[in-house]
């Protein structure tokens, strides 16, 4: 074999071998979205802890942040704050407190804790919880919230009312 059609062969490999080199990362491209911030207020007062949950029809993930002090949220869908698909979503906002758990743990004996568990009402004990804004707005068939994001920046003020 002459020395250009090594040095041909060679270089052919070596090309060959940084193609499929930069092949190997996999890019994942989503549907489009947009960034979406606001705040959440009940009866006029900020809702702090809450989870505000965005979801399309079809989608195959909604959009969800958590409220701080202040109530303000930032939605998430696949990277921190990317924002939720652009379009028509229903909204739920979930805040649930234990039902008095603390007096509950007082109160409860063992013997309270057999009972339920043979009944096989041990999820139905433990998961007793008070919601802190009215229950219509923490379920996706009931909630009256729906808003449509558009691509760039969207602010959504969530003001519940009972």
């Not at 399309?56 to 998430?76: F, Q, V």
């Not at 509950?104 to 043979?118: G, I, Q, R």
Request: with cysteine; glycine share 10%; hydrophobic share 35%.
């Amino acid at each position: 074999m002459s020395q250009l059609a090594k040095n041909w062969s060679l270089a052919v490999f070596g090309l060959a071998a940084l193609f499929v080199a930069g092949c190997g990362g996999e890019v994942v491209k989503h549907p489009p979205l947009g960034k979406v911030k606001g705040t959440v207020t009940y009866k006029g007062t900020p809702v702090s802890g809450a989870v505000v949950s965005f979801m399309m029809e079809r989608a195959p993930r909604g959009a969800t942040g958590t409220t701080d002090a202040n109530g303000n949220y930032k939605l998430t869908t696949f990277d921190t704050n990317d924002g939720a698909f652009v379009g028509t979503h229903k909204v739920t906002v979930v805040k649930f407190v234990p039902a008095d758990a603390a007096q509950a743990s007082k109160t409860t004996t063992p013997e309270d804790l057999a009972k339920v568990t043979a009944e096989g009402k041990l999820d139905e004990f433990v998961k007793k919880k008070k919601s802190e804004i009215p229950e219509k707005y923490t379920d996706f068939k009931t909630t009256p919230l729906q808003f449509t994001i558009e691509p760039g920046q969207n602010e959504k003020k969530i003001e519940l009312e009972d």
